[in-house]
């Protein structure tokens, strides 16, 4: 019995000595992981602060475009800018007509209403009905960020 009672205290105390072991092998193991880790979130922190002294061009936006009361609030249509919904205001222009003349919309964009009869497959009757409508839009310059969603202004169904 009293062999047995040893041979416990001894397993007892050996395991008590290799669980520290185990311990401080963890610990630093977890101090080199999180040293690494520091050293990663600094290496990526300075390539984000140097893509961003790089490309400060990239993150302007303008923020008050003087010509979003023509985009489809008001009364008025800037056709250069407008997306097609726009157009629903003006029984007759939407969707034939609209599609028509903005597909047509050269890069540098309208400059007056007498060039929207030139969009290729007018008919006489959208012909007449731009004519009723012409003193209702506006000829701004084009700007991308609003000519990608002329004819799809993103809603699907």
Excluded: C, W
Aim: hydrophobic share 45%; proline share 4%; no cysteine.
């Amino acid at each position: 019995m009293f062999r047995l009672f040893a041979l416990f205290a001894l397993v007892a105390g050996a395991s008590a000595y290799t669980t520290g072991i185990a311990a401080s092998r963890t610990r630093s193991s977890a101090i080199r992981m999180s040293e690494e880790a520091a050293s990663r979130r600094q290496v990526l922190a300075s390539a984000a602060l140097g893509a961003v002294a790089l490309f400060p061009s990239l993150a302007r936006a303008e923020i008050d475009y003087d010509g979003v009361k023509y985009l489809g609030g008001g009364d008025k249509v800037d056709v250069n800018n407008a997306n097609i919904r726009a157009f629903t205001q003006f029984p007759g222009m939407y969707p034939n007509a609209a599609s028509k003349i903005l597909k047509a919309v050269p890069d540098s964009g309208y400059k007056s209403a007498g060039e929207l009869y030139n969009a290729p497959g007018l008919s006489s009757a959208e012909k007449d009905v731009i004519k009723k409508y012409e003193s209702k839009f506006v000829f701004l310059d084009p700007k991308p960020e609003y000519v990608i969603d002329r004819l799809n202004n993103g809603l699907y169904r």
